[in-house]
């Protein structure tokens, strides 16, 4: 029982540290454009990513809890996959880099079940899913940019810029609200379905007769909401300077364009059971939206670095969790 506390506690560290690390998606557009002060807007966007509960099913977390076979499945090895996830997290966080927290926790759960049973072990349909939605995420987030940001050019193109950015001042606290309920309802789901990974392997949850995958506690809802929250509260202030200010130079009607993108993204992958990434959607958005301006108003060099980043995560929280679940293994604990 006292191991089974502890990978819930670890589950919620990476819960809180997927907040402030992908703080920036939510926020990162809102704070560039002076919409909202940081302190203002790490608030609105806790508050929202709270209540996404409220909103979205817990499909996604139960397509997670069944990525791996449940035979294989032991407490040490969602402990490996979580120290995984959450050291990549960390470490792109120092260097300022907004990788996928949901992407290095698969990658560490993969890892781990990968040094423990072999490629065997992982749902092979689920994990091409996923891994065909590192692409699809972000270009369907990068062409809603550039639709969305063209349409509203063409409807208030001829009045003043100043009016413009006036009206979608008010009109980007909508969009960001839309997208940290996005960004809660994907993403604390996948911490619910490594919780309720362990309680199948701890035999405190069972999977019913003919279902895929356990249904998810509602207090397991809730903790992971709230982690989350109070994650993004604290902020993540290296990758917002990145997400914000580096990529593409936004102004109010900018950021909104980008953030209805990706909320209308991630309410797709959302519904549909699909983990995606956050971070891949919400860049593909900016950079679709920078676009529309011109094709250099996009700092090429930023992206390079940021993609390098997403291709590196899965195969990095892999081996950073392999290594931990051999450690343990060799130390009698698995």
């Known amino acids: 029982m006292t191991a089974l506390v502890c990978i819930i506690a670890l589950a919620l560290a990476f819960d809180f540290i997927n907040g402030f690390h992908?703080?920036?998606?939510s926020i990162a557009t809102v704070v560039s454009t002076r919409v909202l002060?940081?302190?203002?807007?790490?608030?609105?966007a806790?508050?929202?990513?709270?209540?996404a509960f409220l909103v979205f099913s817990t499909h996604v977390a139960g397509n997670i809890a069944k990525g791996v076979d449940p035979h294989v499945v032991t407490l040490m090895l969602v402990a490996s996959g979580l120290v995984g996830a959450i050291v990549w997290d960390l470490l792109t966080w120092w260097w300022g880099l907004p990788t996928s927290s949901s992407h290095a926790l698969l990658g560490g759960l993969a890892g781990a079940a990968i040094a423990k049973a072999g490629v065997h072990s992982l749902d092979a349909p689920f994990f091409k899913k996923t891994g065909l939605f590192i692409i699809v995420s972000p270009v369907v987030g990068a062409v809603l940019g550039f639709l969305i940001m063209s349409l509203v050019k063409a409807a208030f193109g001829r009045y003043p810029q100043r009016m413009v950015d006036k009206s979608f001042r008010k009109m980007q606290l909508l969009s960001a609200a839309l997208y940290s309920l996005g960004h809660g309802g994907n993403d604390a789901q996948k911490t619910m379905g490594i919780i309720a990974a362990a309680l199948v392997a701890a035999h405190k949850l069972t999977v019913p007769a003919g279902a895929k995958g356990p249904s998810i506690p509602l207090w397991?809802?809730?903790?992971?909401?709230?982690?989350?929250?109070?994650?993004?509260?604290?902020?993540?202030?290296r990758i917002v300077k990145t997400m914000g200010m580096k990529i593409a130079k936004l102004q109010p009607v900018g950021g909104f364009s980008a953030e209805s993108a990706g909320a209308a993204t991630l309410?797709?992958?959302?519904?549909?059971?699909?983990?995606?990434?956050?971070?891949?959607?919400?860049?593909?958005?900016?950079?679709g939206v920078g676009t529309t301006t011109r094709f250099s108003a996009?700092?090429?060099g930023v992206a390079g670095r940021i993609v390098w980043a997403w291709v590196l995560t899965v195969p990095g929280a892999a081996a950073i969790s392999a290594t931990t679940w051999y450690a343990l293994h060799l130390a009698g604990l698995d």
Not at 22 to 25: G, I, L, R, T, Y
Not at 46 to 51: M, P, S, T, Y
């Open 37 to 44: 002060s940081p302190r203002w807007a790490v608030v609105w």
């Open 267 to 287: 309410a797709l992958a959302t519904f549909g059971g699909i983990p995606v990434s956050t971070t891949h959607t919400i860049t593909g958005a900016i950079v």
């Open 46 to 51: 806790a508050f929202f990513n709270f209540v």
């Open 22 to 25: 992908d703080a920036a998606n």
């Open 220 to 237: 397991v809802v809730l903790v992971c909401h709230a982690a989350m929250g109070l994650g993004t509260l604290s902020g993540g202030w």
């Open 298 to 300: 996009v700092r090429w």
